[in-house]
């Protein structure tokens, strides 16, 4: 994770287009200025972080459906639980499942998991729009590619 | 009143916290309940989960928004049970 980018997944470890499903990693930073206040002395990872983390496991998992035809943006928490504290450094595996596309909108099932336990759990709604510009969709390819998916699909733009 | 209005007049009334009994057929989501956009996703979701469709929310919203249609054959519920209704029998045929 890089939290000052605001970037709360590493890397997307695997797609199943079929089963619209994905599974990513992301690591706590062993440092991050927010620890120093969430709590001071005893650090914790915010739980709000962590439902970030499953939104945008979910949004890659919309992303690479949709071929990145369009972008996802988060618009509901239908519900979110967060199981048990998640300390610096803890290694995640992250997960998202389409259970729903609608027209201009989707609904996943997110889950963090640490040590194959499960930490956190949301189901998430999206919206679903063309990108905003060409920018942010090759900023989501280039994202994509480094962590080794293939974007064969993508235009070139 | 058919069940398909039942169905989803239940929606609404359990999705946005409004009394059931003021929702008619004649009630226009946006104009009389009240509904505003991120609330209708819900409600098309839940609608789209309990009759197994896809209902076409962007290209109704695009032919309003070209004026080919209204708000009110949309989204007026008798007009969008008859347009479910519709959506269900294609999907069977």
């Known amino acids: 994770m890089r939290l000052e980018q605001f970037q709360l997944i590493d890397r997307v470890v695997e797609f199943d287009a079929g089963n619209k499903s994905i599974r990513c990693d992301a690591t706590v930073p062993l440092k991050a200025s927010i620890f120093d206040g969430h709590f001071p002395g005893y650090p914790l990872m915010p739980g709000v972080l962590l439902l970030e983390s499953m939104a945008q496991t979910s949004g890659w998992a919309i992303l690479m459906t ?7 943006f988060l618009a509901a928490v239908r519900e979110a639980k967060f199981r048990s504290f998640v300390s610096p450094g803890a290694k ?3 997960s998202a499942k389409i259970v729903h596309e609608g027209s201009g909108f989707a609904v996943t099932e997110a889950q963090g998991k640490l040590d194959n336990k499960p930490v956190c759990d949301a189901t998430l709604m999206f919206r679903v729009i063309e990108f905003p510009n060409p ?8 994202f994509a590619a480094a962590g080794g998916l293939s974007v064969e699909f993508a235009d070139n733009d | ?3 398909t209005f039942d169905t989803i007049a239940n929606i609404i009334a359990e999705t946005c916290d409004i009394p059931r009994e003021t929702i008619k057929p004649e009630s226009h989501a946006i104009d009389d309940l009240g509904i505003d956009s991120l609330d209708f996703l819900d409600i098309a979701f839940a609608i789209d989960k309990a009759f197994g469709i896809k209902m076409p929310l962007e290209k109704w919203t695009q032919e309003i928004n070209e004026g080919k249609a209204t708000t009110g054959e949309y989204f007026v519920l008798k007009n969008l049970s008859e347009r479910i209704d519709a959506l269900v029998a294609a999907k069977g045929s």
Not at chain 1, 135 to 142: A, G, N, P
């Open chain 1, 66 to 72: 949709l071929k990145f035809e369009r972008m996802a």
């Open chain 1, 92 to 94: 995640l595996e992250m």
């Open chain 1, 135 to 142: 920018e942010v969709r090759r900023s989501m390819l280039e």
């Open chain 2, 1 to 3: 009143m058919s069940s």
